[in-house]
Every structure is written in structure tokens, then in C-alpha cells.
């Protein structure tokens, strides 16, 4: 007798717990978090010619999202697509019509200077900015004049190359007898050197002329340090 008693209540406790599981509400199931330090795996080996993903069912880990668009399409679920590359926008440098009226020959940057070179007079309606000048991200200016208004070079300049260490600019290109603030320089002939504030020959030739006989096209700088008798070239 006391044993069925005792088999009865202990069905009863067990009906009892059952019934009250339930009653509590179905928990959500939760997706494990990826640990820290697992790699992060690029979509694009497994994506189909639409975009659509194409798994084998082997796959396991997470997906690098960086460079892609994802949308969600009811059919077919997640849609990759790479993200469009920005391609900047040109901008004009100076207002107006252009400040350079003919062709420019070369470019070279100094920190936030930009000289630029060629076969064009009176930019941005400055006599004296013919044939070179630097732009400083806001204006327009020449690099000298000739003592009366105009540019110091009266030709073409082709080639420009800037000395890193001293800043000082080097024009090449077909002009002879530059002229530095109402100084003829009879030396300074395919080739001068700026400094920031006049112009300088590179050496001389025959009866006080310049050293080179030709156009220059192209101009390259090399430094040489001396350090303990080694030589450092840049």
C-alpha cells in the first residue's frame, strides 16, 4: 500500500513539473558569436554569376563585408554586389575661363606649391607670368619679371625639377638670355636655376654665353652626402 502511495505521488510530481514547463515561454535561439581572432573569409569564391550565394554546405565561418553591397531579395536571399569605386572630380585651379591659355609642357610640386611650365603668357591677366608659375593652392603667381612687367624667361619652358633640399626650382626648356628683374643674364640659356627669388645661370660658355647649345627637355636632381667617406646618393 505505501509503495503504490509512493509511485502515485512521484507521477504526480512528475506531471506536475512537466505542466509547468509548459506555461514558461520558448526562449529564442541565439547564434553563437564568432570568436575574436577568427579570419574573416571574402564572399567572392562563393557567390553565383547573379550575385546570389552558392554554398556546398561545407562551408563554416563569417563573411568579409568590407568592398561589398548586400541586399536581401525574398527569392533568393542575400544579393553581393562589389561597391562602387569613387572617382574623384576634377576641380579648376583659379576662377574664370582657364588662367593658362596654351599649352603646359611640365609640373612639379613642392610641398603645397605646384609650378607648372610651358608655352603660355599672361596668366590669370599677370604680365610677368609667362612661360612658368606657381600655383599655391589659392593663387596664381610669377617667378620673377624682366624690369618692365613682363616674364623673366621669353620662351618655352619644357622640363622643371625641384631641389628637395634647398627648394630651389630649375626650369629647362628653348629660351636664351633670361632676364632676372632687369638683369640680363647672357648665361642663363636653355636651363635656370630659382631660388626663390632670382634667377642664377648654371655656369657659362664661350664669350659669357650659356652652357648648353640646345633645348632642354628633361631635367633630373641627385644629391651626394658625405658621411665619413661614405657617399649617400638620392
Not at 610651358?118 to 590669370?124: K, L
Not at 627669388?197 to 631635367?219: E, K, R, T
Request: proline residues 5%; contains cysteine; aromatic residues 8%.
Amino acid at each position: 500500500m505505501h509503495t503504490v502511495t509512493r509511485t502515485t505521488n512521484l507521477f504526480l510530481a512528475i506531471c506536475l513539473v512537466f505542466s509547468a514547463l509548459s506555461f514558461l515561454p520558448a526562449q529564442p535561439v541565439r547564434a553563437a558569436a564568432p570568436a575574436a581572432n577568427q579570419e574573416l573569409t571574402s564572399p567572392e569564391s562563393f557567390l553565383n554569376p547573379d550575385g546570389t550565394l552558392n554554398l556546398d554546405g561545407n562551408f563554416s565561418g563569417s563573411f568579409d563585408l568590407e568592398g561589398w553591397d548586400v541586399t536581401v531579395d525574398p527569392l533568393h536571399g542575400p544579393v553581393f554586389s562589389p561597391q562602387a569605386i569613387s572617382q574623384g572630380n576634377w576641380e579648376a585651379l583659379g576662377a574664370g575661363n582657364g588662367p593658362i591659355q596654351n599649352i603646359v609642357y611640365a609640373i612639379a610640386v613642392s610641398g603645397s606649391d605646384v609650378y607648372v611650365g610651358g608655352s603660355f603668357y599672361n596668366v590669370n591677366n599677370n604680365e610677368a607670368a609667362d612661360a612658368i608659375v606657381k600655383w599655391d593652392g589659392t593663387t596664381w603667381s610669377a617667378l620673377g619679371n624682366n624690369g618692365m612687367g613682363d616674364g623673366a624667361i621669353g620662351g618655352t619652358v619644357s622640363a622643371i625639377a625641384v631641389d628637395a633640399f634647398t627648394g630651389d626650382i630649375y626650369a629647362g626648356g628653348d629660351f636664351m638670355n633670361l632676364n632676372n628683374n632687369g638683369t640680363p643674364l647672357p648665361a642663363a640659356d636653355f636651363i635656370a636655376r630659382w631660388d626663390g627669388s632670382n634667377w642664377n645661370a648654371l655656369g657659362s660658355g664661350s664669350g659669357g654665353n650659356g652652357s648648353l647649345n640646345n633645348s632642354v627637355l628633361a631635367i633630373a636632381l641627385t644629391k651626394t652626402l658625405c658621411t665619413r667617406g661614405a657617399d649617400l646618393r638620392m
